[in-house]
């Protein structure tokens, strides 16, 4: 099973303040990367897939980056409604039966 | 537009089964990969398995293999999680998923929820 570590566990930050969370895989996913928005009591939203692709209607201020065992989701001028726990995921070894998610960053209003 | 709706959760003992269901609407359901992934109370996601578009293909996390089943029927678009031999620690919010793209296991949309508690 391929390992997902994100950091920080939580960050705590402004409204409009540009923010980048990590996320490091135990070995190389190559692009077979997502990421994830989740509020409380919702279902997880697809943000972004292939480590730097938008999913439909999210907004442009929402980038992913990285390739292999580094990643990047980076928010730039966030606004109220982004604070949320974010999960990234890998998708490259399904073949083999592991998907695996990362344990998530929490997003706290500072 | 795009609906997924769970149901059959609720508390259950431990070895005892529980089949959950996912009704979809708003895609051509027998067109895509769909798949189960679930949280357990205040925890991550833990993807748990999914199924081919034909129901001819399962993939499972080791945590459950041998112990649920995941099916379909295209004809109602319906899909299923046959759980058996349940553990308290498959107490958790199952979502049902729906693959983005084919061949990849990644998810653009996801149902609310099912609970499912396992305890005696």
């Known amino acids: 099973e391929i390992l997902m570590t994100q950091s920080p566990v939580t960050l705590s930050v402004s409204p409009g303040e540009r923010v980048t969370l990590s996320c490091r895989a135990g070995?190389?996913?190559?692009?077979?990367l997502a990421w994830y928005q989740q509020k409380p009591g919702q279902a997880p939203r697809l943000l972004i897939y292939?480590?730097?692709t938008r999913a439909t209607g999210i907004p442009a201020r929402f980038s992913g980056s990285g390739s292999g065992t580094d990643f990047t989701l980076t928010i730039n001028s966030l606004q109220s409604d982004d604070f949320a726990i974010y999960y990234c995921?890998?998708?490259?070894?399904?073949?083999?039966?592991?998907?695996?998610f990362g344990q998530g960053t929490r997003l706290e209003i500072k | 537009q795009v609906q997924l709706v769970e149901s059959g959760g609720g508390v259950v003992q431990p070895g005892r089964s529980l089949r959950l269901s996912c009704v979809v609407s708003?895609?051509?359901?027998?067109?895509?990969?769909m798949h189960w992934v679930r949280q357990a109370p205040g925890k991550g996601l833990e993807w748990v398995g999914g199924?081919?578009?034909?129901?001819?293909?399962?993939y499972y996390a080791d945590s459950v293999k041998g112990r649920f089943t995941i099916s379909r029927d295209n004809s109602k678009n319906t899909l299923y999680l046959e759980m058996s031999g349940l553990r308290t620690e498959d107490t958790a919010v199952y979502f049902c998923?729906?693959?983005?793209?084919?061949?990849?296991?990644?998810?653009?949309?996801w149902g609310q929820g099912t609970l499912v508690t396992v305890s005696s």
């Open positions: 998923a729906k693959m983005a793209v084919a061949f990849s296991f990644f998810f653009d949309f």
């Open positions: 708003g895609f051509t359901f027998s067109d895509n990969g």
């Open positions: 199924v081919s578009y034909d129901g001819s293909n399962q």
């Open positions: 070995q190389s996913v190559s692009s077979n």
């Open positions: 292939g480590a730097s």
């Open positions: 995921q890998q998708y490259n070894n399904w073949l083999q039966s592991t998907v695996t």
